[in-house]
């Protein structure tokens, strides 16, 4: 399944990193973008299947974001540096995280869990 995936992520290297590897597993990027307001600006144009998104931007934490992906039912997980023991808003507490550093086989496997739930 080919999906339309936005990335939201501000660390150029890991943002290269994560299209590459998306675009070889034959999904279709959506940026990268570094803030919430070119992310923003993006879906109200795209047609968007998934997000991976930077839990810190460059204009702020992601979880306004977060929340209108959800109004629009759009499925989406975190990338943290934070680790995986990192307090979140309890409204994303069973959103599934993706830890930095990260493998690609470990950006394959949420991808497939996300979308298996469905």
């Known amino acids: 399944m080919s999906l339309r995936i936005l990335v939201a992520e501000d660390h150029a290297r890991l943002a290269d990193f994560c299209v590459e ?10 940026g990268p973008v570094p803030s919430m307001q070119k ?15 930077d839990v810190r ?15 629009r039912n759009i499925p989406f997980f975190f990338c943290t540096g934070y680790g995986e023991d990192a307090e979140m808003p309890p409204d994303f507490d069973q959103v599934p995280r993706l830890s930095k550093p990260y493998t690609e086989d470990d950006l394959a496997s949420l991808l497939n869990s996300l979308f298996a739930a469905r």
């Open 57 to 71: 931007l460059n204009d702020g934490l992601v979880f306004p974001l977060a929340t209108e992906l959800r109004t």
């Open 39 to 53: 992310a923003r600006d993006l879906i109200s144009h795209e047609t968007i299947d998934a997000a991976y998104l």
């Open 21 to 30: 590897f998306l675009l070889t597993l034959g999904h279709r990027v959506i």
